[in-house]
């Protein structure tokens, strides 16, 4: 009868120990579980901020695209100087000795067989007896016929200088001298024009053909 109490006993005893070996070896299980959650909860947020990064760099590489884009689309028009007078050049003005004429003056070389597809025209208007507005034209032509006419440098205005037979254009980049020659013996009425200080023109004389009493072809 003892013995079997004793056995009864161990047995229990067996069975307790086994019992709290099995629930030790449950718990770190669900720690396990408890810290990869955790572990995902925390990359959720750090995936988003990264997701969020991607969108925010395409976003600013489209707009810089979208600006390049339609920077490349700009009108040729758009390139002509837009060179404005410099009021810091204090220029004294001076009566004008010569007789400028509103109208177009022209590249002399038209003249002749001379069929050119490229030249540049100089318009003059708003002549007074101390300055004038100018505007410089480039034309493109066709078999001899105007196929284009676009502004090269926008309209501004030069003042007479010196002894009255020169005229000066001081802008913010570009200084325009003018200078009357007489090559058509048309003196004081000017004819004839030459202008430094832009390169189109440079080298070149521009005519007016069209002056009453100094029509010549």
Known sequence: MKKNLVLISCLSLLLILGGCSNNNSMHPTNENQTSQDNSKDVNVPIQ??????????????????????????????EQEVKDKNNDSQKTTKVNSIVKLYNGTYFDDRRFGDNVLKNYCEIAISNVTNTSFDFTIYEVNTLYGKTESKKVIFIKNTAVFTGDGTKAVFHGKNYTLNFTFPNKHNSYPVVTDIEISGFHPLEGKTYVNNGIPGHEFG
């Open 48 to 77: 988003a901020t990264i997701d969020q990064n991607n969108v925010d760099v395409k976003k600013e590489t489209d707009s810089k695209s979208i600006s390049s884009t339609e920077s490349a689309k700009k009108s040729p028009n």
